[in-house]
Every structure is written in structure tokens, then in C-alpha cells.
């Protein structure tokens, strides 16, 4: 039997994004993120796992300990509320790079979805950028933009691009109420 997975941005989806975070203690989980995060593992079964184009590594700005421990950091706010990321996944290149783990190519969530048996066809991205709606389009999943994060921005040149989510949420709240529904 095959798994079901939400896929999740980091910065500017799960978390505040202040730009290349690498300082664990400045980590501001958005509103309700725990509390729904809880209920999609807790109740429903979700896996939980983070795709995140991390290119200030490549670009020398944040290391990857940095990354590991703003990663840790999550976890340890969601402690809170009883759950925690299955597993964090992270592209450090720099997008020069023209590697395939690079959001919006799917390789983050290909990885996923061999590693953990997941079903794409009964899972989600949420996300606050264009490349995560493209991503979790190739990849197959259904696609949930946040108005949190780019957001905003995102939602007007993807309606110019005629290339819909299927999902759009004010926040993160609305996302997840979105999923619940949809089981």
C-alpha cells in the first residue's frame, strides 16, 4: 500500500522567510502550521516532507550546518504540537548549476516518493512560489499556493501563464483545511 505525502516549501510557506535563513534562532513558524501539521500526520496519516531550494549554500551566503539547524529548529517548534517533519530534502546548488533536484524540476519529490513508497496521485505541495506549483505539477501531486511568502506575486504570473494550482490559500490554515476536505 502506498503512502500519501504533503510536501512542504520551507521559507516563506512553513516558515518566515527573512532571506537566506541560516540563523536557527530567528525560525517564526506562520500561524497554525503546527496545529495543522498535526492533524494531517496525526490524524490522517500524512507524511510530512520538506522540499527547499537552498542556493545560498551554493552562493556561499549559508552552509549546510546552518541549513541542518534551522531544519532542527522546526522540528523542535512542532514538537509543541506533537509532530514533526518526516524528512527534510534540499537542493544547495546554485541555479547556474542545471542540476535536476532543483525546484521546479522534481527530483526532490521523485526522491521522496521512491524512498518512502508515495502515492503522488493522493498527495500535496504547498508552497509560496511559482517553481513549487510547477514542481508539484511534474511531479504529479495536487498543487496548493500560499498567499504567504511570494505568494501574491506568484498567483498573478502563474493566472498570466494559465497555469492554475489547484488549490489557492490565503494561509497556511486554509491549505490545510483544503487537504482535509479533499480526503
Known sequence: MSNRAVFLDRDGTLNEDPGY???AEKVVLFPHAGEVLSRLKNEF??????????SGIGRGKITVEQVDAVNARINLLLKEF???ISKFYYCPHHPDEGCSCRKPLPGMIEQAVME???DPSKSFIIGDS??????GKAAGVKQILVLSGQGGEAFSI????????TFVAENFLEAGKFIIKEI
Open 21 to 23: 535563513l541560516g540563523d
Open 45 to 54: 496519516g500524512y507524511l510530512l516532507i520538506v522540499v527547499s531550494n537552498q
Open 82 to 84: 506533537k509532530v514533526s
Open 116 to 118: 518512502f513508497d508515495i
Open 130 to 135: 511559482i517553481n513549487d506549483i510547477k514542481c
Open 158 to 165: 502563474l493566472q498570466n501563464e494559465n497555469n492554475i494550482p
